[in-house]
């Protein structure tokens, strides 16, 4: 990382410290107010956060909601190094840690973070529910977890734990209403069913239907218009059993169906070259207003089931972790965005389905020096897909060529197998008279993709067709691990350094050919330090990294199609500090700061946008040599600071709150272009929280995006013909200022 990079961090660091150290602290009587800590199974066991020895930021539940953290665009700006961003088309999402995403989002794409709920392994990201609801924390884990998460966690994971029946009665409910008519309703009811001592059963039902319309509008009023691009309607149903049979045992059953529409809303450059195009479309400088006349739709649905038993055998724990999901999406796109009918993409379908297997056998804490963790694992899923973009050749020199009808498709099927384990070495325990405990992890996975795929290229004013279609069946596996060293400077401050591998499995682009790639992998290093200090009423956390990659999957989205590349090599170099304070009782601040240079070492690719221009091109070639531009959906800094003050009142407590999050300027194409960037940003939330005394009933007022600002959430090219050879961007947006008042009763 350059000096000025490291110098921003350590200085900000120092301010942290500073800020959140004050005098007040050794003032105030231990117990008055602390910051708590939150209990995590980041590595597969109950563990105090503090004590887990990687870059881990867990946030509980309570916290989500105080934070009005929603779904992962919010959850984005409160976690370092974190990044969430739409798709360009439809109900994809993009989400990338410390560097590593992809925008292959295709079936026979995987996400380089993983994804988990409830401890089940989600393959695709468009399982990820819009609304956080009955959660009891989410834990992200930055950095390759390749020893207990296996492939495809070479970003990092994102773990979603949802609240497990208690042996108590109760419920909640709240109703939002807000701009752009919105309007969420949520519920959770909370039962035993039988109770025997320490023993119980129990159920719990969860619901969220949230609606609010478009945040884009749409001033074509014409036939096949639609008005609803960036609205929501969603439902979610979840229902949950747990039970604990005999002394020992305790089994958790999950069910959930939820229903997602409205589409993305994207907004594309016209005014890049508006002479070229057929009847001089006129570009609308606002990013929230357009004129499209095609139907632009989604529909999803989503499926999950998971099976959890856990069984007390004496010096360990057996545990099963067994998970089911499908889902399925259609859409349809307006690509060229335009009230001029220059291209149509009248469908895009994915049908998914996966289970998934996990054994696990797990020391229980003693006094010996050795703690363990074995495991297997299995997984199978099968995603089909179909998609067709039609161009009406109007916006061609030569319209009897130009037009094309452009149909892709088929279905992958994907294998994956593990065997892993996991021992730390306490030497304190040992009598060896040195507070280390070493980690050594180890995982070896094999995976296997078959199916076949089709491409179907017609140009119909010419009656000609030009079918293509292949099988395939590829095999890859892998050895991950890590090697790591914990210093426990003290009761509440320790000290790790690590070394870890991580694995994303190859793939295959859809109705490419060849459209097979390789595995891409990552090796980290990584030094933190993690303190609880003044009597719980500080927690400080630093951590420092190096991830080196080869293969990286970079998914290019070209005026002339879509191709994965293997980019030789790239680099991550950052720092993240983190900071949770109570100086006084009443007020908590929460502040992160992030620091990152992440580049391509060696990356040689063809690039059909602006070649003759772009510094590193040949204009008779255009191939490109991108080495040293910038990691795309990467900014080189961060900032987010979260403060919060509650004020006793007679009859309860009023809470103000109020959230910054600044980030640099970041790209979206690795070309770093002008147009694929996003210039540096700050947001800002608001919110008010009165409660009762006896916590039954709440009443929140909020502003999301205070300054009503256009941030670009992500960037794709357009077709070569749209653009007449050119190419233009086509952009989807964060959502923009919204605001509104939520009423909940606890009963």
């Given at each position: 990382?350059?000096?000025?990079?490291?110098?921003a961090?350590?200085?900000?660091?120092s301010?942290?410290?500073g800020?959140t150290?004050?005098?007040?602290?050794?003032?105030?009587k231990?117990g008055?107010?602390v910051v708590?800590?939150?209990?995590?199974?980041a590595?597969?066991?109950?563990?105090?956060?503090?004590d887990v020895?990687?870059?881990?930021?867990?946030?509980?539940?309570d916290q989500?909601?105080?934070?009005g953290?929603?779904g992962?665009?919010?959850?984005s700006?409160?976690?370092?190094s974190l990044r969430?961003?739409a798709?360009?088309?439809g109900?994809?999402?993009?989400?990338?840690?410390r560097?590593v995403?992809?925008q292959?989002?295709?079936?026979?794409g995987d996400?380089?973070v993983?994804?988990?709920?409830?401890?089940?392994y989600?393959?695709?990201?468009?399982?990820v529910?819009?609304e956080?609801f009955?959660?009891d924390r989410?834990e992200?884990?930055?950095?390759?977890?390749?020893?207990?998460?296996?492939?495809n966690?070479?970003g990092?994971s994102?773990?979603?734990?949802t609240r497990?029946?208690?042996?108590e009665?109760a419920?909640?409910?709240?109703?939002?209403?807000g701009?752009y008519?919105?309007?969420?309703?949520r519920a959770w009811?909370?039962?035993?069913i039988f109770?025997?001592?320490?023993?119980?059963?129990?159920?719990?039902?969860?619901?969220v239907k949230?609606?609010?319309?478009?945040?884009?509008?749409?001033?074509?009023?014409?036939?096949g218009?639609?008005?609803?691009?960036?609205?929501?309607?969603f439902?979610?149903i979840r229902?949950?059993?747990?039970?604990?049979?005999?002394?020992g045992?305790?089994?958790?059953?999950?069910?959930?169906?939820?229903?997602?529409?409205?589409?993305?809303?994207?907004k594309?450059?016209?005014?890049?070259?508006p002479?070229?195009?057929?009847?001089?479309?006129?570009?609308?400088?606002?990013?929230?207003?357009?004129?499209?006349?095609?139907?632009e739709?989604?529909?999803q649905e989503?499926?999950?089931?998971?099976?959890?038993m856990?069984w007390?055998?004496?010096?360990?724990?057996?545990?099963s972790?067994?998970?089911?999901a499908?889902?399925?999406?259609?859409?349809?796109n307006?690509?060229d965005?335009s009230?001029?009918?220059?291209?149509t993409?009248?469908?895009?379908?994915?049908?998914?389905?996966?289970?998934s297997?996990?054994?696990?056998l797990?020391?229980?804490?003693?006094d010996?020096p050795?703690?363990w963790?074995v495991?297997?694992f299995?997984f199978?899923?099968?995603v089909g897909q179909?998609?067709?973009?039609t161009?009406?050749?109007?916006?061609s020199?030569?319209p009897?060529?130009d037009?094309?009808?452009?149909?892709n498709?088929?279905?992958?099927?994907t294998?994956?197998?593990?065997?892993?384990?996991q021992?730390?070495?306490?030497?304190?325990k040992a009598g060896?008279?040195a507070p280390l405990?070493?980690t050594v992890?180890l995982?070896?996975?094999k995976d296997t993709k078959?199916g076949f795929?089709?491409?179907?290229?017609?140009l119909?004013?010419?009656?000609l067709?030009?079918p293509?279609?292949?099988t395939f069946?590829r095999?890859w596996?892998e050895v991950t691990g890590?090697?790591g060293?914990?210093?426990?400077?003290?009761?509440?401050?320790?000290?790790?350094?690590?070394?870890?591998?991580?694995?994303l499995s190859g793939g295959?682009?859809?109705?490419?050919f060849?459209g097979i790639?390789?595995?891409?992998?990552?090796r980290?290093?990584?030094?933190?330090?993690?303190?609880?200090l003044?009597?719980?009423?500080?927690?400080?956390?630093?951590?420092g990294?190096r991830q080196?990659?080869?293969?990286m999957?970079?998914f290019v989205?070209?005026?002339?199609?879509?191709r994965?590349?293997?980019?030789?090599?790239?680099?991550?170099?950052?720092i993240?500090v983190?900071?949770?304070?109570?100086?006084?009782?009443?007020?908590?601040?929460n502040a992160?700061?992030?620091a990152?240079?992440?580049e391509?070492d060696?990356?040689?690719?063809?690039?059909?946008?602006?070649?003759?221009?772009?510094p590193?091109?040949?204009?008779?070639?255009?191939i490109?040599?991108f080495?040293?531009n910038?990691?795309?959906?990467?900014?080189?800094?961060?900032?987010?600071?979260?403060v919060?003050?509650?004020l006793?009142?007679?009859?309860?407590?009023l809470?103000?709150?109020v959230?910054?999050?600044?980030?640099?300027?970041?790209?979206?194409?690795?070309?770093?272009?002008p147009?694929e960037r996003?210039?540096?940003?700050?947001?800002?939330?608001l919110?008010?929280r009165?409660?009762?005394?006896?916590?039954?009933w709440?009443?929140?007022?909020?502003?999301r995006?205070?300054?009503?600002?256009?941030i670009?959430?992500?960037?794709?090219?357009?077709?070569?013909?749209l653009?007449?050879g050119l190419?233009f961007?086509?952009?989807?947006?964060?959502?923009?200022r919204?605001?509104g008042?939520r009423l909940?009763?606890?009963?």
């Amino acid at each position: 990382m350059s000096r000025m990079l490291l110098r921003a961090a350590l200085v900000s660091a120092s301010a942290l410290a500073g800020l959140t150290a004050a005098p007040a602290f050794a003032q105030e009587k231990a117990g008055d107010n602390v910051v708590g800590e939150l209990i995590v199974t980041a590595q597969k066991r109950e563990e105090q956060a503090q004590d887990v020895p990687i870059a881990l930021t867990a946030i509980s539940g309570d916290q989500l909601e105080r934070q009005g953290v929603v779904g992962f665009q919010d959850l984005s700006t409160r976690i370092p190094s974190l990044r969430f961003g739409a798709g360009v088309t439809g109900g994809e999402n993009v989400i990338t840690i410390r560097g590593v995403g992809s925008q292959n989002t295709t079936s026979g794409g995987d996400s380089p973070v993983a994804y988990n709920l409830d401890g089940v392994y989600l393959a695709r990201t468009t399982s990820v529910d819009p609304e956080f609801f009955d959660v009891d924390r989410i834990e992200v884990l930055r950095g390759p977890q390749g020893t207990l998460y296996g492939r495809n966690s070479v970003g990092g994971s994102v773990n979603v734990i949802t609240r497990k029946p208690t042996n108590e009665t109760a419920g909640h409910a709240d109703a939002l209403v807000g701009n752009y008519d919105a309007r969420i309703f949520r519920a959770w009811f909370n039962t035993p069913i039988f109770e025997d001592g320490d023993r119980y059963g129990a159920i719990r039902l969860s619901a969220v239907k949230a609606e609010h319309d478009g945040y884009q509008k749409n001033l074509f009023t014409g036939p096949g218009a639609t008005h609803d691009a960036d609205g929501q309607d969603f439902w979610m149903i979840r229902g949950q059993v747990y039970v604990e049979p005999f002394e020992g045992f305790d089994a958790r059953l999950i069910a959930s169906i939820s229903k997602n529409g409205d589409p993305v809303a994207t907004k594309t450059r016209w005014e890049l070259a508006p002479a070229r195009y057929v009847g001089a479309q006129p570009y609308l400088s606002d990013p929230r207003k357009v004129r499209k006349n095609s139907p632009e739709t989604f529909d999803q649905e989503n499926v999950y089931a998971s099976l959890t038993m856990n069984w007390d055998v004496g010096v360990a724990t057996l545990t099963s972790v067994t998970g089911y999901a499908e889902g399925d999406w259609a859409q349809s796109n307006d690509p060229d965005a335009s009230e001029l009918t220059l291209a149509t993409n009248p469908y895009w379908t994915l049908d998914q389905f996966q289970w998934s297997q996990e054994v696990r056998l797990a020391s229980n804490p003693s006094d010996s020096p050795f703690s363990w963790i074995v495991g297997a694992f299995l997984f199978k899923e099968k995603v089909g897909q179909t998609f067709q973009f039609t161009d009406t050749g109007r916006n061609s020199a030569s319209p009897f060529t130009d037009t094309f009808v452009f149909t892709n498709g088929g279905i992958y099927k994907t294998t994956s197998r593990a065997v892993f384990g996991q021992a730390d070495f306490d030497l304190g325990k040992a009598g060896m008279g040195a507070p280390l405990t070493l980690t050594v992890g180890l995982r070896y996975t094999k995976d296997t993709k078959k199916g076949f795929d089709f491409l179907n290229y017609q140009l119909p004013l010419l009656a000609l067709a030009f079918p293509n279609s292949k099988t395939f069946d590829r095999s890859w596996d892998e050895v991950t691990g890590k090697v790591g060293l914990t210093w426990q400077v003290g009761d509440d401050v320790i000290v790790y350094g690590a070394y870890a591998r991580g694995y994303l499995s190859g793939g295959g682009l859809v109705g490419n050919f060849p459209g097979i790639y390789q595995p891409e992998t990552v090796r980290a290093f990584e030094g933190g330090l993690k303190s609880t200090l003044y009597d719980g009423r500080l927690l400080f956390n630093v951590a420092g990294y190096r991830q080196k990659i080869r293969d990286m999957q970079v998914f290019v989205q070209d005026i002339t199609g879509s191709r994965i590349d293997n980019a030789g090599r790239a680099h991550v170099n950052g720092i993240e500090v983190e900071a949770i304070a109570a100086p006084v009782a009443g007020l908590r601040i929460n502040a992160a700061v992030t620091a990152t240079k992440a580049e391509y070492d060696e990356y040689l690719t063809v690039n059909n946008r602006f070649a003759a221009a772009a510094p590193g091109c040949n204009a008779t070639t255009r191939i490109c040599d991108f080495s040293g531009n910038r990691l795309v959906q990467t900014p080189e800094y961060t900032v987010n600071l979260g403060v919060q003050y509650a004020l006793d009142l007679a009859g309860g407590s009023l809470t103000p709150r109020v959230d910054v999050f600044r980030s640099g300027d970041l790209y979206f194409l690795s070309a770093n272009g002008p147009n694929e960037r996003q210039k540096a940003y700050t947001l800002v939330d608001l919110s008010v929280r009165y409660a009762a005394a006896d916590e039954r009933w709440t009443l929140e007022g909020f502003v999301r995006n205070a300054g009503n600002k256009d941030i670009v959430s992500n960037d794709g090219l357009q077709s070569n013909t749209l653009g007449n050879g050119l190419g233009f961007d086509n952009y989807a947006y964060y959502p923009p200022r919204t605001f509104g008042v939520r009423l909940g009763v606890n009963f």
